[in-house]
């Protein structure tokens, strides 16, 4: 029972463009959510976060959106650089525990130079 | 000046054995974690533990036993190791019960 979705595995672009990295979640008891940045070999690292208070959060090139209704978050770069090149995971946490992450499966983004 | 730091960084062991992997955080943190990534690539929670206490306690098999001798220190010990241990453990700590939560660099275990 996946309650934090990535449907997107990979996704690649060009240096400079738009990265848009997707989430979808289905426990409507998540009141905050997060993104996590992991380079091979490393364990995650906190990047940004937003609660379900907001709807966007911005800090430099890294905004997330957040739409509740559709349960849905949105992680955007820009300017995409190479170095941004890793896996992003999207977590949730809320109700019961707050804590308690719940992680979704990742998608591995490739910045081409 | 690691953060959150893991011993060993890679464990291969045979079925059946015993090992354990340790986990230390200087950040002054008093919430630590284990996390299992397996082979789906999913990251799940195992336990958790504030000041020394056990606060999360998810579906683990008992052959798993976290021990945390004080707050900076969380180790995971795992009994009777099985195949469908394999897995990469990352630990990871917070300050209270924070959903901000800083890893270490993951210990990844293979059972032959």
């Known amino acids: 029972d996946q309650q934090v979705k990535q449907n997107s595995p990979s996704l690649s672009v060009q240096e400079g463009r738009i990265s848009i990295l997707n989430c979808d979640y289905t426990n409507s008891m998540f009141d905050y959510f997060l993104w996590y940045k992991k380079y091979p070999a490393e364990g995650p690292t906190f990047l940004i976060s937003i609660s379900s208070i907001k709807d966007k959060n911005e800090d430099g090139r890294f905004t997330v959106f957040l739409n509740k209704s559709a349960k849905h978050l949105s992680l955007h770069i820009v300017p995409s650089q190479p170095g941004d090149s890793a896996v992003y995971f999207c977590a949730a946490s809320g109700g019961s525990g707050s804590e308690k992450l719940v992680f979704g499966k990742g998608t591995k983004l490739t910045v081409n130079p | 000046d690691t953060a959150v730091s893991q011993t060993p960084k890679y464990l291969v062991t045979q079925m059946g054995n015993d090992k354990s992997i340790k986990c230390e955080q200087n950040l002054g943190h008093d919430t630590m974690y284990w996390y299992k990534q397996d082979s789906k690539k999913f990251l799940k929670i195992m336990f958790s533990y504030n000041n020394k206490e056990l606060i999360i306690n998810e579906t683990v098999p008992n052959r798993f036993s976290p021990k945390s001798p004080d707050k900076a220190h969380l180790n995971l010990h795992i009994n009777s190791l099985e195949l469908g241990d394999s897995a990469v453990y990352f630990c990871?700590?917070?300050?209270?019960?924070?959903?901000?939560?800083?890893f270490g660099p993951g210990t990844r275990l293979t059972v032959l």
């Open positions: 990871a700590s917070s300050h209270g019960a924070s959903a901000m939560q800083f």
